[in-house]
């Protein structure tokens, strides 16, 4: 008997690759609302193919009473958010496809936030509620790492059980963290309006903790007191030795260290050198992939998961939030080291590892179980950008070198002894680049030593002694706080880049070396003195732990929530018995933040103009008393913004220097001054000046005289010249 079957993807691009993939593969396209969707039949049964655009149901509290907030719901998104608006029509076409199924597959990516977006259509279509009980009598899911036709026949073929327990751990996450956010981010708020100011503030259940890192290390690098040191060093045969001493913290004792090797004989005590085998990188996983591509490319870790995303939408590679660094049998390795062979960019290394039948992989220690690691499906990639093709290269190489032989390093240790003080050298050398030759991103420090012989005369080159002073810990970037949450285990692979973009938003945090600012730091003052546990990791992975217990069925979703609205209300009494001293220190704060990143004093008020960004994400400068008073100024967008500490002499507004694709230029805020007048006038006569210049070369080249190239003037493709008609004799000849 013939049925009708809905598949939900996550994303049109996913969608039309199942509709191609499945059936006769020729699907039919109709549309509702001005969205597409497809049709195509398998033989036996109608298959409707639509598609979601992320998530179009979010977490909405019911009334409107005090905090703590308890009583939630789920809603369609374009209901909350004007700026989901948008998914209106695809939840629309949804519901009017699925009205005539019966039976429903989701096809959304295979992880938790996939589970749920599905699962929540799924409830809205069936029930028309999306706030009741998920059937799952008449509901399967699909389960793929690419979206390679191969792989989606496979899925289709073998639908598995629909994963509850998913759906339940991810519905969890999203009422915990929304209630954690919402009831700490208006305590936070209530508190600085006791002190009279209004501002947007957000404090989340993975913010806090990562906020608390970077405060720490910033208090640590603030409290540093570098300490000055010496090193004496000294070079034979060109060779650079330390001191065994290593730091010498009194000068003295450096001196006569240096004084007794300059005097000293150089005996050798040690020479060993042995080769060692270096095993080849893992592939990679989400954390390593996004960590690599902003050490080798400078590409931020978040636009790294949106371009990773794109490739995988497209075939070229799979899924990308996993945190596996696994790469099973069951993926047909030869075929896609073969498919990689057909790319001249990687035939020759793909041929090698054929040649020698190598597919057994090298792989890391981190497993996932719903996705293997990063790979490349072996398909052809088509019209990259400049970011999607390094991206797909790395990963390629990444892929192949982990099939290559291992490298081979001699490492060499060399001790010498001066009467008494000791000295020792290292370095290595590669013998056998194996692996290191596929994956050309990574270049070790090699450092090549020289034999030393037991009966060689040694002499000193030169000894030097060395004053320096200790460095206090670096600050975070990006990358490295996500590689640390992931460490400690906070937040999932898919959001800690979306974390630490919210604590940029909230202007906590600056710069590419993340520094906590001082309203930043005010915040973790005020949370640490009278609210600890909101900073406290402890409770993040208590909570994550007990999530991960519901994916695997040994505690209830009941529980977890339970659990987690008596933390919210155990800190929010805290927040209230204390809210009028952390408003002030949050008050505080924030004058001193607005102090150090003043542009300049608001000719209405008297005021500090300050760098603010508004909803939509534009940068401005605004005047420090809003709301009572509005004075604002437009500025250059993408462009560093740096006070001068000067004024306008006509328009009074402070000057600012701006810093934008590579050029440099100072102006005044007031959009109106005169002296803005001429900028046109100067725009317009160099507009008229080049187009002059233009006019003119072309005057002078049609005037010259037309050169015959010769053959070896031609251009080195042309293997013969190239034939010329008759001149034709002019009347005066």
Not at 358 to 367: I, S, V
Not at 464 to 493: H, N, W
Request: hydrophobic share 35%.
């Amino acid at each position: 008997m013939l049925m009708n079957k809905l598949i939900i993807a996550e994303k049109p691009s996913v969608a039309l690759r199942i509709a191609m993939s499945l059936g006769d593969g020729k699907p039919r396209t109709n549309y509702v609302s001005g969205v597409r969707y497809y049709e195509v039949s398998d033989g036996s049964d109608m298959l409707y193919i639509v598609a979601a655009a992320g998530h179009l149901f979010t977490i909405r509290e019911r009334g409107k009473g005090d905090i703590p907030v308890f009583d939630v719901e789920w809603v369609e998104s374009f209901k909350v958010n004007t700026s989901s608006y948008f998914t209106k029509k695809y939840l629309d076409t949804i519901a009017s496809v699925g009205r005539k199924c019966a039976f429903f597959i989701n096809a959304c990516d295979y992880d938790i936030e996939g589970t749920v977006i599905g699962s929540n259509i799924i409830k809205y279509v069936v029930n028309g509620n999306v706030n009741s009980e998920l059937r799952t009598d008449s509901a399967k899911r699909m389960r793929f790492s690419t979206t390679t036709r191969s792989d989606l026949i496979d899925s289709y073929k073998g639908l598995n059980d629909f994963d509850l327990l998913n759906f339940y751990a991810g519905e969890t996450r999203h009422k915990i963290d929304w209630l954690w956010g919402i009831n700490m981010s208006r305590a936070l708020m209530r508190a600085i309006s006791s002190a009279g100011i209004r501002k947007v503030l957000s404090i989340g259940r993975v913010q806090g903790p990562a906020l608390s890192i970077l405060a720490e290390r910033e208090k640590s690098i603030k409290s540093f007191k570098p300490q000055p040191y010496w090193k004496v060093v000294m070079f034979v045969k060109g060779v650079r030795f330390e001191n065994k001493r290593d730091k010498i913290f009194e000068k003295s004792e450096a001196e006569q260290a240096l004084e007794k090797t300059k005097k000293g004989t150089v005996v050798l005590k040690g020479f060993d050198s042995k080769d060692r085998s270096v095993r080849p990188f893992p592939p990679f996983d989400l954390t390593s992939l996004q960590l690599e591509a902003n050490r080798t490319f400078g590409i931020d870790p978040s636009r790294t998961l949106a371009l990773a995303q794109s490739l995988y939408e497209r075939s070229y590679i799979s899924y990308p939030r996993t945190s596996s660094q696994k790469l099973p049998a069951t993926l047909n390795l030869p075929r896609i080291i073969k498919a990689l062979a057909a790319n001249p960019r990687y035939k020759e290394h793909a041929e090698k590892l054929i040649s020698a039948s190598r597919f057994r992989p090298a792989e890391g220690f981190k497993e996932d179980e719903a996705h293997p690691s990063i790979y490349p499906t072996g398909e052809s990639p088509l019209k990259l950008t400049d970011e999607e093709a390094k991206l797909y290269d790395l990963i390629a190489r990444r892929f192949l070198a982990c099939f290559a032989e291992y490298a081979v390093f001699e490492s060499t240790n060399v001790s010498l002894d001066v009467d008494g003080e000791q000295y020792s050298a290292s370095g290595e050398r590669i013998k056998k680049p194996e692996w290191l030759d596929f994956y050309t991103y990574y270049k070790p420090k090699v450092a090549d030593i020289p034999v030393f012989a037991s009966n060689e005369k040694l002499v000193q080159d030169k000894t030097d002694m060395k004053e320096l002073v200790t460095e206090p810990p670096k600050r975070f970037s990006k990358a490295s706080l996500i590689a640390l949450l992931e460490d400690k285990e906070l937040g999932t692979k898919a959001t800690r880049a979306e974390i630490i973009d919210t604590l940029f938003k909230r202007e906590y945090i600056k710069g590419a070396a993340l520094q906590v600012t001082e309203f930043g730091m005010s915040i973790y003052d005020a949370l640490s003195m009278y609210c600890a546990s909101l900073l406290d990791e402890k409770f993040t992975r208590k909570l994550e732990d007990d999530m991960n217990s519901i994916t695997k069925g040994t505690m209830a979703k009941e529980t977890v929530i339970d659990e987690g609205k008596s933390m919210i209300t155990e800190i929010i009494a805290d927040f209230k018995k204390n809210e009028k001293q952390i408003g002030d220190e949050l008050a505080k704060g924030l004058k001193e933040s607005e102090v150090s990143s003043r542009i300049g004093v608001c000719n209405r008020c008297g005021g500090n103009l300050v760098l603010r960004r508004s909803k939509t994400g534009k940068s401005f400068i605004g005047c420090s008393n809003w709301p009572s008073c509005n004075n604002t100024y437009s500025v250059p967008q993408y462009a560093r913004i740096v006070p001068t500490g000067k004024v306008c002499e006509i328009c009074k507004t402070p000057k600012i220097k701006v810093f934008r694709k590579g050029k440099v230029f100072e102006m005044d805020l007031d959009p109106n001054c005169p002296t803005k007048q001429d900028w046109a006038k100067k725009e317009e006569a160099q507009n008229e000046k080049a187009q002059l210049d233009v006019k003119k070369a072309s005057e002078l080249k049609a005037k010259e005289p037309v050169k015959e190239k010769t053959v070896e003037e031609a251009p080195a493709k042309a293997k013969k010249p190239r034939k010329r008609a008759a001149r034709k004799p002019k009347k005066s000849e």
